[in-house]
């Protein structure tokens, strides 16, 4: 339960710090699934993001469940804290 609360603390505080604490982002979701370049991120509710060359190296990293809060330009991987600029393209 600590760590739980733990990692919530830590990304309240990188929305916060990065100025992502708007409308339009949506916590709750997670990766579903990455391709191996880590270009392309789906998410949970079927929604399929095309990462920025320059964050694929960390996106290809992230892992099935991997908690993601999703805003219009990035996904933030809430567990180890890392933005990935990001557009939806369904």
Do not use: F, Y
């Amino acid at each position: 339960m600590k760590r739980s609360g733990l990692l919530l603390a830590t990304a309240a505080t990188l929305v916060l710090a990065t100025g992502l604490a708007r409308a339009d982002c949506e916590d709750g979701h997670w990766v579903q699934s990455v391709s191996s370049d880590g270009a392309i991120v789906i998410l949970e509710d079927g929604s399929v993001w095309e990462i920025d060359p320059a964050d694929q190296v960390d996106t290809a990293l992230w892992l099935p469940t991997t908690n993601i809060v999703a805003c219009d330009d990035k996904l933030i991987d809430t567990d180890d804290n890392e933005i990935a600029e990001a557009t939806r393209i369904k």
